[in-house]
């Protein structure tokens, strides 16, 4: 059997850095969504905690940030107060997660109510059930799971 790290180099098509493990599995038993380690193998920091692996969903949510979702969802967050809440407890949740880094969800700076990266946001949405604005973010990307597996 191919090992999870094998599985997440086939789909992000490279090695991928900081991997701690896999946190999220698809339907059909492949990595999702993963983990990584505060630190690279570097030493230099890694500000994504929950990295979103599965090439299906990494597209569905590319194509939100090319339409300007980023700026759209950072505009909705900011407008509803129940969505600034919700990006404000997962930036918390993520800084009690990694306090040694001190940074939100997707590398945010502390306090910061903006939103950097679609991706992150879903990743964390995935690992972190709860995440309202997160789960919003993937509602609009479409169905949560492709229909074909995209690890096989």
């Known amino acids: 059997m191919e090992?999870?790290?094998?599985?997440?180099?086939?789909?992000?098509?490279?090695?991928p850095r900081a991997f701690r493990r896999v946190?999220?599995?698809?339907?059909f038993g492949h990595p999702a969504v993963t983990e990584?380690?505060?630190?690279d193998?570097?030493?230099?920091?890694?500000?994504?905690?929950f990295w979103?692996?599965?090439?299906?969903?990494?597209?569905?949510?590319?194509?939100?940030?090319a339409a300007g979702g980023?700026?759209?969802w950072s505009r909705a967050a900011a407008e509803d107060p129940r969505l600034a809440a919700s990006l404000e407890r997962a930036h918390a949740e993520q800084r009690e997660l990694r306090p040694e880094l001190d940074l939100g969800v997707g590398g945010a700076s502390a306090g910061a109510g903006s939103i950097k990266c679609l991706h992150a946001h879903v990743a964390f949405a995935l690992a972190r059930p709860g995440y309202e604005l997160?789960?919003?973010?993937l509602a609009e990307a479409g169905p949560a799971w492709p229909s074909v597996c995209c690890a096989a």
């Open 3 to 15: 090992s999870d790290r094998a599985v997440v180099e086939r789909q992000l098509g490279r090695p």
């Open 23 to 27: 946190v999220v599995r698809c339907p």
């Open 36 to 39: 990584q380690h505060a630190f």
């Open 41 to 49: 193998e570097s030493g230099k920091p890694f500000p994504t905690t």
């Open 52 to 65: 979103l692996t599965c090439s299906e969903l990494v597209a569905a949510v590319s194509r939100l940030e």
């Open 70 to 72: 980023v700026e759209r």
């Open 134 to 137: 997160g789960e919003r973010i």
